[in-house]
């Protein structure tokens, strides 16, 4: 294993996005996952029943014991609720701001099917202490708009709000914001010194669950291995990609991604070069 990532979230009960999404991204790009919990929920592929929210010191102290422990080479945030945590979150990476962590902070605003998760305080709290120390920032549209208090309906409207956003103080902004003309997902990044446009082709499928929260976490894996913005982002674009081609249809209104795709492939691999002793083809005896 390679990089250390520490991600603050919530935990996700049908195992589809959240702290779940974010340790099954870790692991299958080959990073070790470490996880402090910020809310518990009750959900399952049709939304969030219920949302218990954890102590504000106890988030602070899973992050700070780990960190004093393992360490870690990212971090990435995912559902903070309020803005007692997004304090708290914020006072250790104030602590840290000085060991060259990669911050990732997936401003997870918005659920899936539109309920607003955090109220304007937490939201302002959110800009004020997290911007300020994140590496890259990687909002929906919806979230977006929210954060800039800006109307997003093209590229233009893009460039602005991830221009307001990096004004506030993120490094890098990675912003989606929905489907081109061409039917594409369009992304736009935008950095001190370059902005880049990628479209991705769009699946037919509604296996999209915990996109978000694996797009930030394949961002933040490839942080910690020392990957630059540009290599870790557009890696993180094809992850997300593939996960969602390759999921499985669990006969649900909705479903979750194929974070293990990459596994698998290569089980399926190995498998075919075993021969019937058991050992692999061309391997010492």
Not at 43 to 66: C, D, K, S, Y
Not at 168 to 191: N, W
Request: aromatic share 4%.
């Amino acid at each position: 294993m390679s990089g250390k990532v520490l991600t603050v979230a919530e935990s996700d009960s049908c195992g589809a996005a959240g702290l779940q999404a974010d340790t099954k991204t870790i692991l299958a790009l080959g990073g070790y996952a470490m996880t402090a919990v910020s809310a518990v929920t009750s959900q399952n592929t049709n939304g969030i029943a219920h949302l218990h929210t954890l102590e504000p010191w106890f988030v602070e102290q899973q992050m700070r014991v780990v960190l004093e422990d393992i360490g870690a080479n990212a971090i990435k945030t995912g559902i903070l609720v309020n803005s007692e945590i997004v304090n708290a979150v914020g006072d250790v990476l104030d602590s840290y701001r000085d060991h060259g962590i990669a911050v990732v902070v997936d401003p997870s605003i918005i659920a899936r099917r539109g309920e607003q998760l955090m109220d304007e305080t937490a939201i302002a709290t959110l800009k004020r202490r997290l911007f300020i120390r994140s590496t890259v920032l990687t909002p929906k549209k919806r979230e977006a708009e929210l954060l800039t208090g800006m109307a997003i309906r093209d590229i233009d409207d893009m460039r602005h709000a991830a221009s307001m956003m990096r004004t506030l103080g993120a490094e890098t902004v990675l912003l989606k914001a929905g489907e081109a003309a061409s039917g594409k997902a369009v992304y736009l990044l935008a950095t001190e010194s370059d902005e880049r446009i990628y479209e991705r082709p769009m699946i037919a499928t509604k296996r999209t669950l915990g996109a978000g929260a694996t797009l930030a976490s394949a961002i933040a894996v490839s942080l910690s291995q020392k990957m630059d913005i540009i290599t870790a982002v557009e890696r993180g674009l094809d992850y997300m990609h593939h996960a969602m081609l390759y999921a499985r249809d669990y006969d649900t209104e909705a479903g979750p991604m194929n974070h293990a795709f990459a596994i698998e492939k290569n089980a399926e691999a190995l498998a075919k070069d075993m021969p019937r002793t058991g050992k692999v083809k061309g391997s010492p005896t």
